[in-house]
């Protein structure tokens, strides 16, 4: 398996810009969640779908966040317009009740800055 | 009462040393305590994980010790290596629940 995939890498853009993020999760895995990392904050719990339907998104910071997951394969985190506090590593992570302790694989991050 | 408070925020020791990193919770639902490690530039990674029904659980050079009552857990590293150098994640899950609450992290290097 190519274990969970996120793209871009990485992400410069300016103050005011939308930007997109994706996530393709391990095929068969019915969760997906999307984690932001800083050194200030640590790793925060943004928003995560089940079966493509958001359960829980009190982490997401405000309404310049948006996240959709249209199928089993895909999901995107938006923001819209970029601040330069948003800069930080975004994860997706996801997992299945069917393994022991509902692992999470947590994907290789996209870093983002914001100028 | 989500709260997972780990400690130390940072640890330097030298090869062959024992590193222990410490959590403590408050909210008694928690039933499953995972351990993240995370290199450099990469996902956080599950490394070993415990339920409150047993004090400890070995994998290989890697313990978590649990008490129940006190409510706190910890990770040791045996024989550590400079490869361990990472940060690591205690975290909590509730039962029934997917959602983990993370620790801060704690990052360890380990020096030849």
Known sequence: DAGVIQSPRHEVTEMGQEVTLRCKPISGHDYLFWYRQTMMRGLELLIYFNNNVPIDDSGMPEDRFSAKMPNASFSTLKIQPSEPRDSAVYFCASSSPGLAGYEQYFGPGTRLTVT | ?112
């Open chain 2, 1 to 112: 009462q989500q709260q997972v408070k780990q400690s130390p925020q940072s640890l330097i020791v030298q090869k062959g040393g024992i590193p222990i990193i410490n959590c403590a919770y408050e909210n008694t639902a928690f039933d499953y305590f995972p351990w993240y490690q995370q290199f450099p530039g990469k996902g956080p990674a599950l490394l070993i994980a415990i339920r409150p029904d047993v004090s400890e659980k070995k994998e290989g050079r890697f313990t978590i010790s649990f008490n129940k009552s006190a409510k706190q857990f910890s990770l040791h590293i045996m024989d550590s290596q400079p490869g361990d150098s990472a940060t690591y994640f205690c975290a909590a899950r509730r039962r029934g629940y997917q959602k983990v609450t993370f620790g801060t992290g704690t990052k360890l290097q380990v020096i030849p």
